[in-house]
């Protein structure tokens, strides 16, 4: 028994060794392939593409363009047009005096139309034009 204590020691020895070199191996397998020859141009470009803080940077430009269309937009001038489609009625109506009873239609058209034109100001003040 003690002779085989000295033998399990050793192949375990081994394998842990077989498996440090293992995982050396793949270490440096793996550095090899992020390794680069750069020069000035190439570091800032790759640089410029994948910092952490120029794609904040883009992504701050971003909202800060999404932020100026939407405050420019609020100053387009709107235009409402509200319609009122032709409508016609004919009624008759009768009207009663000393001479007797008399007959007569009366006969009604009607339509409409407004139009609205608002410009918003800076001062958050508006200007509206409106027509009937």
């Known amino acids: 028994m003690i002779a085989n204590k000295p033998l399990k020691i ?36 790759i640089a410029k593409l994948k910092s952490l803080q120029m794609l904040s940077l883009k992504q701050d430009l971003k909202i800060s363009e999404y932020n100026l269309r939407s405050a420019t937009s609020r100053f387009k001038t709107h235009v ?27 006969r009604q058209s009607m339509y409409s139309g407004n139009l609205t034109i608002n410009q918003p100001l800076p001062t958050d003040g508006n200007i509206y034009v409106t027509s009937g």
């Open 10 to 45: 050793s192949t375990m020895k081994r394998t842990y060794s077989i498996l440090l070199l293992l995982m050396i191996i793949g270490i440096c397998n793996q550095a090899k392939a992020e390794t680069y020859l750069l020069d000035l141009d190439k570091s800032i470009s």
């Open 80 to 106: 409402d047009m509200d319609l009122v489609s032709p409508n016609y009625t004919e009624t008759v109506r009768q009207f009663e005096d000393s001479t007797g009873i008399t007959f007569y239609s009366i």
